[in-house]
């Protein structure tokens, strides 16, 4: 069954221990925490500080997802401050088999993620090492923004895709993910849906978790 991710990204940093907590009351099994650095995206959000100190506070997944130049420098320092998943980008990293080999070395889930306009070919020879497969439906660097609409074909190719392997690579969908577009998406073929401001619009976060979940 597919799952919904939200975003810390647009989490209340001012209490975001209180509302980790909550989600995590509400059953989301999985958190998505967006690492920025204002290189590889045009804005900057946190680093390890923030994921080391949330993570005794809660059992759930930390899906961490590095919008950062040359990941693969820091991806030991990610696992160090709580991450089950490390997913890299495929712009992002001139060596992306050795940083794939490292992730799983460190025994987290690896995924590759690819901008909107980066074509699901260039996972061709390296899909069946990977955990999960993350598409942008936005340019990755802020929350917010609105669905890319062509992101959807690229979900079914990837899934045609995936089926070809017989093995159990998961999709990710992140950006632009709401109450109209979500059940489209899982049809589409994704496994798992980020949402940032879909859940944290206002602080009735149990309330927007609701709806989307009724509109999947
Ligand atoms: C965007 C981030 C997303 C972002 C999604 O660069 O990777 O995870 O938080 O936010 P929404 O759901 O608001 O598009
Ligand atoms: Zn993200």
Same mark, same amino acid.
């Given at each position: 069954?597919?799952?919904?991710?939200?975003? !810390?990204?647009?989490? +209340? $940093?001012?209490? @975001?221990?209180?509302?980790?907590?909550?989600?995590? +009351?509400?059953?989301?099994?999985? @958190?998505?925490?967006?690492?920025?650095?204002?290189?590889?995206?045009?804005?900057?959000?946190?680093?390890?500080?923030?994921?080391?100190?949330?993570?005794?506070?809660?059992?759930?997944?930390?899906?961490?997802?590095?919008?950062?130049?040359?990941?693969?420098?820091?991806?030991?320092? $990610?696992?160090?401050?709580?991450? +089950?998943?490390?997913? *890299?980008?495929?712009?992002?990293?001139?060596?992306?088999?050795?940083?794939?080999?490292? *992730?799983?070395?460190?025994?987290?889930?690896?995924? !590759?993620?690819?901008?909107?306009?980066?074509?699901?070919?260039?996972?061709?020879? !390296?899909?069946? +090492?990977?955990?999960?497969? @993350?598409?942008?439906?936005?340019?990755?660097? $802020?929350?917010?923004?609105?669905?890319?609409?062509?992101?959807?074909?690229? !979900?079914?190719?990837?899934?045609?895709?995936?089926?070809?392997?017989?093995?159990?690579?998961?999709?990710?969908?992140?950006?632009?993910?709401?109450?109209?577009?979500?059940?489209?998406?899982?049809?589409?073929?994704?496994?798992?849906?980020?949402?940032?401001?879909?859940?944290?619009?206002?602080?009735?976060?149990?309330?927007?978790?609701?709806?989307?979940?009724?509109?999947?």
């Amino acid at each position: 069954m597919a799952k919904i991710a939200p975003s !810390i990204l647009s989490a +209340d $940093f001012s209490r @975001l221990g209180e509302q980790v907590k909550r989600l995590g +009351d509400k059953g989301i099994e999985i @958190l998505h925490i967006d690492v920025m650095d204002g290189r590889f995206v045009p804005n900057i959000s946190f680093g390890m500080p923030i994921i080391k100190s949330i993570r005794p506070l809660t059992k759930q997944i930390f899906d961490v997802h590095l919008m950062i130049e040359e990941p693969s420098k820091y991806i030991e320092e $990610f696992v160090k401050a709580g991450a +089950d998943i490390i997913t *890299i980008h495929f712009e992002a990293e001139r060596h992306i088999d050795r940083a794939v080999k490292l *992730i799983k070395s460190l025994g987290v889930k690896a995924c !590759i993620a690819l901008n909107p306009a980066t074509p699901i070919s260039s996972l061709e020879y !390296i899909l069946e +090492d990977l955990d999960m497969v @993350l598409l942008m439906t936005v340019n990755p660097g $802020f929350g917010g923004q609105k669905y890319i609409p062509y992101c959807s074909n690229k !979900i079914k190719d990837l899934k045609e895709m995936i089926n070809r392997t017989n093995k159990n690579i998961l999709i990710e969908v992140d950006g632009g993910i709401d109450k109209t577009n979500i059940a489209s998406a899982i049809e589409c073929g994704a496994d798992i849906l980020v949402a940032g401001s879909a859940v944290f619009n206002n602080d009735a976060i149990e309330e927007n978790i609701k709806t989307l979940n009724e509109a999947m």
